[in-house]
T-cell receptor
């Protein structure tokens, strides 16, 4: 039982490059989240998926797209990376509401 | 805009003292309240949840909720250096049950 896994752990991109962050959970949770964390800013919600096939925008969705491939996997795509997207990205899954289990995070730097 | 506010700190307490961490929230529709702990370089982990007014104790931790004042707090008794971390307050709201985080308070427990 690995919980929530994320790949990659670290990534450096040049401005304008694209990439997909992968997230998977093995706890059979319906809800999954993508957050970003910047120094002093706490966790800000990018996108949320209440169940397979559904996604909703969070507080900071601009510049990102998501895909809930199946119940286990929820990916986050940066189509054209910008320096403002330098951050630590956390995926989480939860059941019941509020009891989130986080992945280890992806540290992304955009130069 | 639903907001969760915390003093960023750092809050410095001596070993063995009581650490008091505070959080206010803006939406009276808030339903459930959570405290997460995040060690430096790690992902957040859930340590306490509280759903109704009053106190809830779990070991050295006590969560306090006052819905009339829109205030939730976390007390850590007999603070240890291992409690040094950032503590994130989080709430869920009626609509969508999405988890919203405050900016976190950094706690430093000095030996």
């Amino acid at each position: 039982n690995a919980g929530v896994t994320q790949t990659p752990k670290f990534q450096v991109l040049k401005t304008g490059q694209s990439m997909t962050l992968q997230c998977a959970q093995d706890m059979n949770h319906n809800s999954m989240y993508w957050y970003r964390q910047d120094p002093g800013m706490g966790l800000r919600l990018i996108y949320y998926s209440a169940s397979e096939g559904t996604t909703d925008k969070g507080e900071v969705p601009n510049g990102y797209n998501v895909s809930r491939l199946n119940k286990r996997e929820f990916s986050l795509r940066l189509e054209s990376a910008a320096p403002s997207q330098t951050s630590v990205y956390f995926c989480a899954s939860e059941v019941p509401p509020g009891r989130a289990r986080f992945g280890p995070g992806t540290r992304l730097t955009v130069t | 805009q639903k907001e969760v506010e915390q003093n960023s700190g750092p809050l410095s307490v001596p070993e063995g003292a009581i650490a008091s961490l505070n959080c206010t929230y803006s939406d009276r529709g808030s339903q459930s309240f959570f405290w997460y702990r995040q060690y430096s370089g790690k992902s957040p982990e859930l340590i306490m949840s509280i759903y109704s007014n009053g106190d809830k104790e779990d070991g050295r931790f006590t969560a306090q909720l006052n819905k009339a004042s829109q205030y939730v707090s976390l007390l850590i008794r007999d603070s240890q250096p291992s409690d040094s971390a950032t503590y994130l307050c989080a709430v869920t709201y009626n609509a969508g049950n999405m988890l919203t985080f405050g900016g976190g308070t950094r706690l430093m427990v000095k030996p």
